[in-house]
T-cell receptor, first 112, second 114 residues
């Protein structure tokens, strides 16, 4: 029979609006977090990171917010552009020198 | 630096054949990771190396999969024999240390086993 694919949450945003992509992480001991962007046919690309001693970090048009109390991470993209259309992954570092653990991803679709 | 380089970009092979995927990490990076991405399971870690030594291969699906890192600038992921369910995009990534820092990804190898 036909296999069921992973259902990716999808966020559709009008060009010029702000986007907010959310991520719930699993390990309360995680101390480092990254957001990656993956465009079609490419590998994941680093956007921004944050360490657990911070609750907010800003980059160019992007802001990451960390709420350790509820184990929640969000990525805010200001003035969303068509080039922002991609799948966005959050990743956490659960313990010291161990590899990043990736979330399932959210697809952002920008409507021109 | 050219970033993480993977080859081939696309591979189509028949079931039962051996497949070898190649990766050149970023120079100076001590950690190398092999990931598999599918619609069903998302991005999964297969194995990672630190200073050319395999540290954790618990993500390798079964004995048909093997990975080597003979030196700091080259790694291979081999599937023998390949099966249709191995069809996926395989990514190699590298970083300075295993965690707590950004991992840089290659462009991936899209494997199709028919």
């Amino acid at each position: 029979g036909e296999s069921v694919g992973l259902h990716l949450p999808t966020l559709s945003v009008q060009e010029g609006d702000n986007s907010i992509i959310n991520c719930a992480y699993s390990n309360s001991a995680s101390d480092y977090f990254i957001w990656y962007k993956q465009e079609s046919g490419k590998g994941p690309q680093f956007i921004i990171d944050i360490r657990s001693n911070m609750d907010k970090r800003q980059g160019q048009r992007v802001t990451v917010l960390l709420n350790k109390t509820v184990k929640h991470l969000s990525l805010q993209i200001a003035a969303t552009q068509p080039g922002d259309s991609a799948v966005y992954f959050c990743a956490e570092n659960p313990q010291g020198n161990t590899p990043l653990v990736f979330g399932k991803g959210t697809r952002l679709s920008v409507i021109a | 630096d050219a970033g993480v380089i993977q080859s081939p970009r696309h591979e189509v092979t028949e079931m039962g054949q051996e497949v070898t995927l190649r990766c050149k990490p970023i120079s100076g990076h001590n950690s190398l990771f092999w990931y598999r991405q599918t619609m069903m399971r998302g991005l999964e870690l297969l194995i990672y190396f630190n200073n050319n030594v395999p540290i954790d291969d618990s993500g390798m699906p079964e004995d048909r999969f093997s990975a080597k890192m003979p030196n700091a600038s080259f790694s291979t992921l081999k599937i023998q024999p390949s099966e249709p369910r191995d069809s996926a995009v395989y990514f190699c990534a590298s970083s300075l240390v295993p965690g707590n820092t950004e991992a840089f990804f290659g462009q991936g190898t899209r494997l199709t086993v028919v």
